[in-house]
Every structure is written in structure tokens, then in C-alpha cells.
């Protein structure tokens, strides 16, 4: 059950949802998110597609919160060999509707995939920096990622960021899959 407080009221609402209702035993892997200024619920489950494995994403948009109603959309991801072999979660969504997937645990190469459900489109953002010892898979972390916030994005180096459509060359060091090449639009 979602809990929702109005501060101008100072009133409890509470919201039921059969989303919730189907991963009572672990809601670990759900993410709360604002979705176009509504209430989401994501998920991403792994499954087969002709003898791969393949990221399903479920979204599950509270629509009217007088009557309680919920719309469910499933989006199977475009292949890629990253997503499909690493753990990723759900950080939250852009302000433009793209759902932004970040891989669990550090790593080299680490990525953070973009989602757009209306084109069906993914990108890819490779992120470096988390220094050699975080990127061994021994000593690994596990990864907090945070959707619109922004302190400053001013750096010396511009380089740090690079941004790319996924072409498969290189394997990723915690699962020695392919990864994306290095190659791709600097910003």
C-alpha cells in the first residue's frame, strides 16, 4: 500500500495497487518514480526471447488517484548484450519520459541505459571514474543511482563524459560479456 500525505490538509490517502500486490514477498526490485508528473511503479524482469535473455520492463502508471486506477505498459528492451548479462535497476525517469536503467554494481566499463518508451529507442552513457580498486569485481560496490539532481556540471575535463549507441566490442570486466566500444559522440 502507498501512503500519500497532503500537507495543506494534513491528511492520510491511502492507494492500493495489484502491482504491489504481486511482489509482496520482495518488493526489493520495485522502484517508486514520478512518470510525466504521475505516479509509476517500475520493475525490470529478465526473460527469455528465443534463447536469449532479455530485459522486460514493467510500468505501472497510477492514472487517476481519486478512482485508484493503475494502466500497466510491458516494454521488452532492444537487445543488447550489456543489459541482457549484467543486473540493472531502475533509478527513475527523465523530465523528457526517458526511463534511466543504471547496472547495479561497479564496474569497467559501467553504463547507464536510457529508455524511451514512445520511439522504443535505448542509449547507452558509459561513466568512468570509479577508480581501479571499485572496478575489480572482487571489490566491487553497489550503486546508488538519483534521477534530476544536479549540483554542478561545470569540469575541467568535458572528456569524462561520454555518450554512445552500443557497439559490441570490448567485455565487461564483472560479467566478461561484450560491452559497447569506447568509440562514441563525446560530449
Not at 561497479?106 to 529508455?115: D, E, G, Q, W
Not at 534521477?147 to 564483472?174: G, M, P, T, W
Request: aromatic share 12%.
Amino acid at each position: 500500500m502507498i501512503v500519500c500525505f497532503d500537507v495543506s490538509s494534513e491528511e492520510f490517502k491511502f492507494i492500493e495497487s495489484e502491482c504491489l500486490d504481486d511482489h509482496i514477498e520482495d518488493p526489493s526490485g520495485l522502484s517508486l518514480v514520478n512518470y510525466m508528473g504521475k505516479l509509476a511503479v517500475t520493475k525490470c524482469n529478465y526473460v527469455d526471447v528465443g534463447g536469449r535473455r532479455s530485459v522486460e520492463l514493467c510500468l505501472w502508471v497510477l492514472e487517476d488517484v481519486e478512482k485508484q486506477e493503475w494502466v500497466k505498459y510491458v516494454y521488452t528492451l532492444p537487445e543488447n548484450e550489456v543489459l541482457g548479462s549484467c543486473e540493472f535497476s531502475v533509478a527513475g525517469v527523465t523530465a523528457r519520459g526517458d526511463i534511466v536503467l543504471c547496472m547495479k554494481y561497479t564496474c569497467k566499463p559501467y553504463y547507464v541505459f536510457y529508455f524511451d518508451p514512445e520511439k522504443k529507442t535505448l542509449q547507452s552513457v558509459e561513466i568512468q571514474g570509479f577508480g581501479a580498486k571499485l572496478e575489480e569485481v572482487e571489490h566491487r560496490g553497489e550503486v546508488y543511482a538519483f534521477v534530476d539532481y544536479v549540483e554542478d556540471l561545470s569540469l575541467n575535463d568535458a572528456k569524462q563524459f561520454k555518450s554512445s549507441i552500443s557497439h559490441i566490442k570490448s567485455r565487461c570486466y564483472c560479467c566478461e560479456t561484450l560491452c559497447p566500444d569506447n568509440v562514441g559522440d563525446e560530449v
